[in-house]
């Protein structure tokens, strides 16, 4: 059987159809005994196991059924699903590794092993699908849509789809029409989301994606007026917005865990040269953007050239002039300096203290030693009432100390 360089016959491909599903139907219609014996040993499959994602034998495949590497990539695989979100290099680099059978590692270098997000032992089907392509086609068959991490339900009859678990040596048969549970809306939103991303063959402008997210955060209000991300309510939105999905989905779930160790979305904005699983970024499209036209647009605008940055008026720093250090030092009062500067007697009483000016913190006298000892504990992450109770001073003679020393205000807040 190994010698032989053609199938005797193959069927036609259906419309998004997987190369394993094309595969299955030849053996079942040939009438072998064993799946891996005979049709994957054709194919030069001999140990491996044969994927359904990106499968080793398309080469082979193409020269015994005579159809074009292309069409089979384009058309069967999933490598539009992947393609959006690759700079040209790896894009290139992926598409070559289907086209020469070499996949071995496309798992890893796609990010797919990384992100603990891989396509599992189960197939995925519709029961309406079933029975619209038995009778249109006369046979069902496995949807290449339906495989796609993230799409757990049929976008086009609204119903969650049926798991088919796949063994190693025999074909996964197609259940009977069992009817399954209705989608929930969002569901449905993100399928269709995929199943128009998948389709539309679009090359993104990976340079712009970012730029496109943090336009479309800042119209929402996620990020601040100095440029900063408010990563604590994006992560709360998008907690929100998986709980809207379909409970119990494994992908919900490890992006869930994500959100409470603060590793996603963080990943997308501050390693963008990663490799990151498209899921991560098609759910947060959907929940930016709500459809696919909507993002793939604005990202292969001229965005980097249309984007005004936003002028900020930042403080400057406040310093005490030459005169109020002069004033200060020759023994003039605080208060009276501070009607003559337009201060504050407590700004006024941080300044000095920049400055290395003696100044009298009363009502609580603090020596050296003592803000020393402050000092520590500050840095450490002690609240200023727990230190003031410690020393039997104020909070405010604390919180004089604290800003005396910017650095430790900035350290505090990362703790």
């Known amino acids: 059987m190994n010698k032989l360089h053609r199938f005797s016959f193959i069927p036609n491909p259906a419309s998004d159809e997987t190369v394993y599903s094309w595969i299955s139907r030849y053996h079942l219609m040939s009438g072998y005994d064993s799946f891996r014996n005979t049709t994957l040993a054709l194919l030069g499959v001999h140990e491996e196991r044969a994927t359904n994602e990106f499968p080793c034998f398309i080469p082979r495949l193409s020269q015994m059924t005579r159809v074009a590497v292309n069409d089979i990539i384009n058309q069967m695989t999933p490598y539009h699903y992947f393609a959006p979100f690759l700079d040209a290099a790896t894009r290139k680099s992926f598409f070559k590794c289907l086209e020469t059978g070499c996949t071995s590692s496309l798992q890893s270098s796609l990010g797919m092993v990384a992100n603990r997000i891989t396509?599992?032992?189960?197939?995925?089907?519709?029961?309406?699908?079933?029975?619209e392509d038995t009778d249109k086609c006369g046979f069902p068959y496995w949807h290449v849509q339906h495989q796609l991490t993230g799409v757990y339900v049929c976008a086009k009859h609204h119903q969650l789809l049926h798991p088919v678990y796949r063994a190693t040596r025999k074909v996964p048969i197609l259940p009977e029409a069992i009817p399954e549970a209705d989608s929930r809306p969002q569901d449905d939103r993100l399928a269709n989301l995929i199943s128009t991303e998948l389709s539309s063959h679009v090359s993104l402008n990976t340079d712009?994606?970012?730029?496109?997210?943090?336009?479309?955060?800042?119209?929402?209000?996620?990020?601040?007026?100095?440029?900063?991300?408010?990563?604590?309510?994006?992560?709360?939105?998008?907690?929100?917005?998986?709980?809207?999905?379909?409970?119990?989905?494994?992908?919900?779930?490890?992006?869930?865990?994500?959100?409470?160790?603060?590793?996603?979305?963080?990943?997308?904005?501050?390693?963008?040269?990663?490799?990151?699983?498209?899921?991560?970024?098609?759910?947060?499209?959907?929940?930016l953007f709500g459809s696919w036209r909507n993002f793939s647009e604005l990202v292969n605008s001229n965005i980097a050239e249309n984007v005004t940055p936003v002028s900020v008026n930042v403080p400057q720093p406040i310093m005490l002039s030459a005169e109020a250090i002069a004033k200060i030092?020759?023994?003039?009062?605080?208060?009276?300096?501070?009607?003559?500067?337009?201060?504050?007697?407590?700004?006024?009483?941080?300044?000095?203290?920049?400055?290395?000016?003696?100044?009298?913190?009363?009502?609580?006298?603090?020596f050296k030693?003592?803000?020393?000892?402050?000092?520590?504990?500050?840095?450490?992450?002690?609240?200023?009432?727990?230190?003031?109770d410690e020393f039997s001073i104020s909070v405010g003679a604390v919180e004089v100390i604290l800003r005396k020393f910017p650095e430790l205000v900035v350290l505090r807040r990362r703790m």
């Open 119 to 131: 396509p599992g032992q189960f197939l995925y089907c519709c029961c309406d699908c079933i029975a």
């Open 208 to 287: 712009n994606i970012l730029i496109a997210y943090k336009a479309r955060l800042n119209s929402l209000g996620f990020i601040t007026v100095c440029g900063r991300l408010r990563l604590k309510l994006l992560r709360e939105a998008l907690k929100d917005y998986l709980n809207k999905l379909t409970p119990g989905l494994l992908v919900c779930e490890l992006l869930k865990k994500q959100l409470i160790k603060h590793r996603y979305p963080e990943c997308l904005f501050y390693a963008p040269n990663a490799s990151h699983h498209p899921i991560k970024h098609l759910i947060m499209i959907d929940y």
């Open 329 to 366: 030092s020759s023994g003039v009062s605080l208060r009276k300096v501070s009607v003559d500067e337009g201060l504050s007697v407590t700004t006024l009483k941080i300044l000095a203290q920049r400055e290395g000016l003696e100044v009298n913190l009363r009502p609580s006298k603090i």
């Open 369 to 388: 030693n003592m803000e020393r000892s402050i000092w520590v504990k500050l840095m450490i992450g002690n609240t200023t009432s727990i230190i003031a």
